[in-house]
C-alpha cells in the first residue's frame, strides 16, 4: 500500500513538472512572438536615404535643364521622405536645413547668413531654371553632404522604441501640417503625392516591425490599420490636384482614423511609455484634440507643473492694477477676456492713456510660442511679463523689489502662503504666478476643432472651402501651421518664425510701415520689417490686425495678402518672406477664408 501511495505521488509530481515545464515553453514562445526587432526598419530607413543621395547624383548628371531632371528631383524627395522620419529626429536641424524653406538663415552666434540650400533650394532650380550649372551641382552637392551626416547619425545611432514612436509620430504630424499645406514643396506641390508616399512607408515599418506583436493581441487593430493607411492612400492617389484636394476631408475621414489608431497600436504594443517632455500628447487620439500639446514642453523649466493656488494667484494677479506704479494699469487693461484677451484698440495705450507702436494680441494660446512680443526680443513668458514690469510706460516696477501695495488686499497673504510658502521679496514669484495663470488660457474646441473631430457636421460648404484654401492655393498654412495657427514650427516646436511681409503704415497702403520689428536686435538688413507670426486662431474677436493694427477688417487683411503682401503693393522688400506674386483669390474664395477663419473662435471661460 505504501509503494502505491508513493508512486501515485511520484506521477503526480512528474505530471506537474510536465505541465510546468510546459506551460514555461508557452511563455517562452509567447516572448519569442512578442520580440520585436528593430534593425531591419532602421535598413530601410538607411537605404532609402542612399537612394535620395543615388537620385541627386543622376539629377547632377542630367542637368538643371535637363529631360528628367523634374523626374530625378521627384524621386530624391520621394526617398527622403520615407527616411526623413527616423532621420529628422536624430539630427532636427540637419534635417530642417535638407528639407526646409529655401530662405537664408541668419545665425546668431556667429553673425552669418547662411544662404539657402536643400531640397526646396534646388526644387526651384528645376522648376524655375534661373541658376548656373555650376551653381547648380553646388547645390546639389551640399544637400547631399546634408544627407550624407544624416546617414552617418542613422548608422551609428539604433533604432529603439522610443525613437521609433516619436519618429512616426511627428512624421504623422508633417502630414497634416506641413506636406499637404505646400510647405514642403511649394515650387511643384508634391508633397500631396508625398503623403502617400509617407502612409506606405509607415505601414512597411510597422510590418517590419509591431504587426505581428499587434496580430497576436488585436487582430481588428490590425486590419483597421490596414484598411486606413489602404483608403488614405487611395484618396491621395484619386485627388493630386494641389488646388482642389480636400484637406479638409482628408484629415478628418482618412488621417485621423490612422493616428487614432497609432495612439491604440502603440498602447497594445506596450513596450514604450510616452515621456512628458515632448511637445505632442502621444496619447490624444488626433492632433486637434483640446489635449494634442504638452504644455510643459512649451514652459520655462523653472515654472512647469504649476500647482492650482499658483494658478489661483495668478488669476486673482491679473485683474489687479496694484502691480503697476500708478495703481491705474492692470493685465487686464490691454488683455481683456471680453476681446479674446486683446483690447480692440489700434494700438495699445500707455499707463498715461497715451498710444504705444504696436497692437495688442491675443493671450489665448500664446502658451505655445517659442518668442514674445510682436519683435520676438523674449524667448519665454516669465522675459515677457517681466518686461511689462520693468516698461516705464507700463507697469513702471522694480522686478526685484516685491510691492508691499499689493497686501492692502489681506487675502494676497493666504493666497501668497498656499502658492509658495511665503510672502516673496521680489516680484519673481509674481511674475510666475502670472505666467502660470496665463498659460492656461487655451482653448481648441472651436466649431473648427469639433468638425475636424468629428464631433459635430455643421461646416458648410463655404467654411469647408475656406480651410481648403486655407491650407492650400492661399498659402496661409505655410506661416500660420496647422493646428495651433501661429508660427511655432513643426514637428519640434523649438522655434517660432518671423516673417518679413511688408505691413503698411496706413490702410491706403501707399507706403511701407516704418517700424523696423526684429532689426533692433541684430541690425541685420536681413531681419528691417521682421515681425513674429501670431496665431490666427479667435481672430474674428481681436481686430484691428497686424503690428501696428492698420487694418479694420479680416477683408482688408485677405486684400493685402492676395496682392503679394508689400511686394506686391510696390514696396521695395528685398527680403519678404511671402512669394511677391499675386495669389488670384477671386472674391468668393476670400470671403470662404474668412468664413472658416470665424470658425476658430474658442475662448477659455475659466482659464482652467
Not at 126 to 155: C, H, R, S
Not at 284 to 289: G, I, K, N, R, S
Request: hydrophobic share 35%; aromatic share 12%; charged share 20%.
Amino acid at each position: 500500500m505504501k509503494t502505491l501511495i508513493q508512486l501515485s505521488i511520484l506521477t503526480t509530481t512528474l505530471l506537474f513538472i510536465a505541465c510546468k515545464q510546459k506551460s514555461n515553453s508557452a511563455t517562452t514562445a509567447m516572448k519569442t512572438v512578442d520580440v520585436i526587432t528593430w534593425q531591419k526598419a532602421q535598413t530601410y530607413y538607411i537605404q532609402h536615404m542612399d537612394k535620395a543621395i543615388n537620385y541627386l547624383d543622376s539629377l547632377k548628371q542630367t542637368g538643371v535643364n535637363g529631360t528628367k531632371s523634374k523626374y530625378y528631383f521627384a524621386k530624391a524627395r520621394e526617398a527622403f521622405k520615407i527616411a526623413e522620419p527616423f532621420a529628422s529626429y536624430l539630427n532636427p536641424e540637419v534635417g530642417h536645413r535638407t528639407n526646409g524653406p529655401a530662405l537664408p538663415v541668419y545665425k546668431e552666434d556667429t553673425g552669418k547668413i547662411l544662404y539657402p540650400i536643400g531640397l526646396q533650394k534646388i526644387e526651384e532650380s528645376v522648376y524655375e531654371q534661373d541658376i548656373t550649372d555650376k551653381d547648380f551641382d553646388q547645390e546639389i552637392k551640399i544637400t547631399q553632404g546634408l544627407m550624407l551626416v544624416l546617414k552617418g547619425d542613422m548608422t551609428k545611432r539604433q533604432l529603439t522604441p522610443q525613437r521609433f514612436f516619436r519618429a512616426t509620430h511627428q512624421q504623422l504630424f508633417r502630414l497634416v501640417s506641413l506636406a499637404i499645406s505646400g510647405f514642403d514643396t511649394p515650387v511643384s506641390h508634391l508633397g500631396i503625392k508625398e503623403t502617400a508616399t509617407s502612409l506606405n512607408s509607415l505601414y512597411k515599418v510597422y510590418e517590419f516591425t509591431l504587426q505581428p506583436s499587434i496580430i497576436k493581441k488585436d487582430a481588428l487593430l490590425d486590419q483597421q490599420f490596414k484598411n486606413s493607411i489602404e483608403n488614405a492612400v487611395k484618396y491621395v492617389e484619386n485627388n493630386t490636384n494641389f488646388d482642389t484636394f480636400d484637406r479638409f476631408t482628408f484629415t478628418r475621414d482618412y488621417l485621423n482614423p490612422i493616428t487614432t489608431q497609432w495612439v491604440n497600436i502603440r498602447k497594445t504594443a506596450d513596450i514604450w511609455e510616452p515621456t512628458t517632455t515632448d511637445p505632442f500628447n502621444f496619447d490624444a487620439p488626433t492632433f486637434f484634440e483640446n489635449n494634442s500639446f504638452n504644455l510643459n514642453h512649451f514652459t520655462a523649466v523653472n515654472n512647469r507643473n504649476p500647482s492650482k493656488a499658483q494658478i489661483d494667484l495668478g488669476k486673482k494677479l491679473f485683474f489687479d492694477p496694484n502691480l503697476s506704479a500708478n495703481h491705474n494699469m492692470a493685465c487686464v487693461t490691454c488683455h481683456s477676456p471680453n476681446k479674446g484677451y486683446a483690447d480692440g484698440l489700434t494700438t495699445s495705450l500707455d499707463n498715461n492713456g497715451k498710444p504705444l507702436n504696436r497692437n495688442t494680441p491675443t493671450l489665448i494660446n500664446s502658451a505655445f510660442q517659442r518668442s514674445f512680443f510682436w519683435d520676438g526680443r523674449s524667448e519665454t513668458m516669465i522675459e515677457q511679463i517681466a518686461s511689462v514690469f520693468l516698461n516705464e510706460k507700463e507697469f513702471n516696477t522694480n522686478v526685484h523689489q516685491f510691492s508691499e501695495d499689493i497686501l492692502k488686499d489681506s487675502s494676497y497673504i493666504k493666497a501668497f502662503k498656499a502658492a509658495y510658502g511665503k510672502i516673496p521679496k521680489k516680484n519673481t514669484e509674481v511674475i510666475k504666478a502670472l505666467s502660470s495663470y496665463i498659460s492656461t488660457l487655451n482653448s481648441f474646441n472651436s466649431r473648427f476643432d469639433k468638425n475636424i473631430r468629428g464631433e459635430i457636421n455643421d461646416f458648410t460648404d463655404q467654411e469647408r472651402l475656406g480651410y481648403n484654401l486655407f491650407m492650400g492655393k492661399a498659402l496661409c498654412a505655410t506661416c500660420h501651421f496647422m493646428p495651433l495657427t501661429n508660427g511655432t514650427v513643426p514637428p519640434f516646436f523649438s522655434e517660432t518664425e518671423k516673417e518679413v511681409i511688408g505691413v503698411p503704415k496706413t490702410a491706403a497702403n501707399k507706403e511701407n510701415d516704418d517700424d523696423l520689428g526684429f532689426y533692433f536686435k541684430y541690425k541685420e538688413n536681413l531681419h528691417k520689417g521682421m515681425f513674429k507670426t501670431p496665431t490666427v486662431r479667435n481672430v474674428s474677436l481681436t481686430a484691428p490686425y497686424m503690428h501696428n493694427g492698420v487694418y479694420d477688417s479680416l477683408e482688408q487683411v485677405m486684400d493685402f495678402y492676395n496682392r503679394g503682401g508689400g511686394g506686391g503693393l510696390g514696396f521695395d522688400l528685398p527680403h519678404q518672406t511671402l512669394p511677391f506674386d499675386e495669389l488670384n483669390l477671386t472674391t468668393e474664395e476670400q470671403q470662404a477664408i474668412i468664413a472658416y477663419l470665424k470658425t476658430l473662435t474658442s475662448v477659455p471661460e475659466d482659464g482652467y
